[in-house]
């Protein structure tokens, strides 16, 4: 995994909390679920499950 990651963070706004959190797939089947706003918060796993949107 690079340690110079990037990500645009003006997608997550304050008015979009749902935008705020992403994820990638990093290869191996190795998940990096990160904070566009604090890129020091992040979690790597092996397994990744689609919570879906709840309404």
Not at 1 to 12: G, L, P
């Given at each position: 995994?690079?340690?110079n990651?990037?990500?645009?963070?003006?997608?997550?706004?304050?008015?979009?909390?749902?935008?705020?959190?992403?994820?990638?797939?990093?290869?191996d089947e190795?998940?990096v679920?990160?904070?566009?706003?604090?890129?020091?918060?992040?979690?790597?796993s092996?397994?990744?499950?689609?919570v879906?949107?709840?309404?």
């Amino acid at each position: 995994m690079s340690t110079n990651a990037t990500d645009d963070v003006t997608d997550a706004t304050s008015e979009d909390r749902s935008q705020r959190y992403a994820g990638l797939n990093i290869g191996d089947e190795d998940f990096v679920i990160y904070d566009r706003e604090n890129h020091q918060a992040w979690i790597q796993s092996t397994v990744a499950l689609d919570v879906g949107n709840p309404q």
